[in-house]
């Protein structure tokens, strides 16, 4: 119950195109939905975060679109860049507790 | 803002000596800093959660006697890996959790890549 399903786990996009990468949970206490970026051999980074009382956020070109009563939320990135070409993670969390993560994504976006 | 730095950011050591990574929050402090360990093309895996000023929170299955983990400040957590073997090699993280408003958001540190020979 506690884990975070996340496909695709790779992905290849085309340069200007939309990338959507998929979360699903089961625990309904999750209050806190977060998605982070990685590049190799780096930390990951905070891309975009959302809570549960709203169904959409957009920061630039990256949107988040959750869906309570399916509890699946997902990532939109409009006009995929190569330099967007990263480890993509979606994550969970209760409260003030730890992250569940997601298995992660690898994109790859063409030039 | 929002920054965590790590160090080193990478170090190469002898099988049986110990080694000490630094986590810190720039500028925020920081109640609870977490542990992560990742191994290639692999997800973070949780270590344990480090507390200021009381013990840190291990998960099941990582040894704490070998990871000692010391929340010394508000601002600095630190991993020691103690008595280092091969297998113990991979890639640290840490990050720090902030408060903001309803939400506590985790900020990660750049990571420490471990080769232990």
């Known amino acids: 119950q506690q884990q975070v399903k996340q496909s695709p786990q790779s992905l290849i996009v085309q340069k200007g195109g939309i990338s959507i990468i998929n979360c699903a949970y089961e625990?309904?206490?999750?209050?806190?939905f977060p998605w982070y970026q990685q590049f190799p051999g780096k930390g990951p980074a905070l891309l975009i975060a959302i809570r549960p009382d709203v169904s959409e956020k957009k920061e630039g070109r990256f949107t988040i679109s959750f869906n309570k009563s399916a509890k699946q939320f997902s990532l939109h990135i409009m006009d995929s860049q190569p330099g967007d070409s990263a480890t993509y993670f979606c994550a969970a969390s209760e409260g003030t507790y730890k992250y569940i993560f997601g298995t992660g994504t690898r994109l790859k976006v063409l030039a | 803002g929002a920054v965590v730095s790590q160090h080193p950011s990478w170090v190469i050591c002898k099988s049986g000596t110990s080694v000490k990574i630094e986590c810190r929050s720039l500028d925020f402090q920081a109640t609870t800093m977490f542990w992560y360990r990742q191994f290639p093309k692999q997800s973070l895996m949780l270590m344990a959660t480090?507390?200021?000023?009381?013990?840190?929170?291990?998960e099941q299955g990582v040894e704490k006697d070998k990871f000692l983990i010391n929340h010394a400040s508000l601002t600095l957590s630190t991993l020691t890996v103690t008595s280092a073997h091969p297998e113990d090699s991979s890639f640290y993280i840490c990050?720090?959790?902030?408060?903001?408003?309803?939400?506590?958001?985790?900020?990660f540190g750049p990571g420490t890549r471990l080769t232990v020979l």
């Open positions: 480090s507390n200021e000023g009381s013990k840190a929170t291990y």
């Open positions: 625990n309904t206490a999750f209050d806190y």
């Open positions: 990050s720090a959790d902030l408060a903001e408003g309803v939400s506590d958001t985790q900020y």
